[in-house]
């Protein structure tokens, strides 16, 4: 199956921890997005990376950071300096990033901060 | 600044209805304008693509439409159905300042049908 893979489905974080949300893809996608959430609002993009080894802030990058170090991984890491971090987050790829290539979601995880 | 918003943010209605959901965007320099439909705690499903030359497309039941100079578009929902139950989402496409395909989000119409 070809497709988006997010993992976990749901996480806890303490006040103070790192957390890193795994996203994967298998379609051969040169660029990788992630969103967050929140109730009532739209998604909103954190960090996109059109080729491996590089990546953009997004509007709201503040408190996360990313990496692509392989064309199908694009993990996200929520850092204590994200203060409101309890949101679900959605990861996105696309054949490239020019605006003709449609943007594929995957499943969410829904992180949530005791 | 771009902004999207969609009207109503909830709707509940009888199965076999008719119904029309809202999205209004503020800067008509879109590249396209896309229609996705959200399952509670899910990902996001495309539904409808539209570029921005292009009044409408059609999948099934669903008709979307585009004017573009207005700022205005309409996802139409046929003889609704208990499974079409969801949250439906509009975005627009920008050039980004990265050169890159953005999106701009509205914030959903929440949809329950009933039988």
């Known amino acids: 199956d070809g497709g988006i893979t997010q993992s976990p489905k749901y996480l806890f974080r303490k006040e103070g921890q790192n957390v890193t949300l795994s996203c994967e893809q298998n379609?051969?996608?040169?660029?990788m997005y992630w969103y967050r959430q929140d109730p009532g609002q739209g998604l909103r993009l954190i960090y996109y990376?059109?080729?491996?080894?590089?990546?953009q802030k997004g509007d709201i990058a503040e408190g996360y950071s990313v990496s692509r170090e392989k064309k199908e991984s694009f993990p996200l890491t929520v850092t204590s300096a994200q203060k409101n971090p309890t949101a679900f987050y959605l990861c996105?790829?696309?054949?490239?990033?020019?605006?003709?290539?449609?943007?594929?979601f995957g499943p969410g995880t829904r992180l949530t901060v005791l | 600044k771009q902004e999207v918003t969609q009207i109503p943010a909830a709707l509940s209605v009888p199965e076999g209805e008719n119904l029309v959901l809202n999205c209004s965007f503020t800067?008509?320099?879109?590249?396209?304008l896309q229609w996705f439909r959200q399952d509670p705690g899910k990902g996001l499903t495309s539904l409808l693509l539209?570029?921005?030359?292009?009044r409408e497309q059609t999948s099934g039941r669903l008709n979307a439409s585009l004017d573009k100079s207005s700022g205005r578009s309409t996802l139409y929902i046929a003889a609704s159905q208990p499974g079409d139950s969801a949250t439906y989402l509009c975005?627009?496409?920008?050039?980004?300042?990265?050169?890159?395909?953005?999106?701009?989000f509205g914030a959903g119409t929440r949809l329950a049908v009933h039988p």
């Open positions: 996105a790829s696309s054949i490239s990033a020019r605006q003709r290539d449609t943007q594929y």
């Open positions: 379609l051969n996608h040169d660029a």
């Open positions: 990376s059109q080729i491996v080894n590089d990546f």
């Open positions: 800067d008509s320099a879109i590249y396209n």
């Open positions: 539209i570029q921005s030359s292009q």
């Open positions: 975005a627009v496409s920008l050039l980004g300042s990265g050169g890159y395909n953005k999106l701009i």
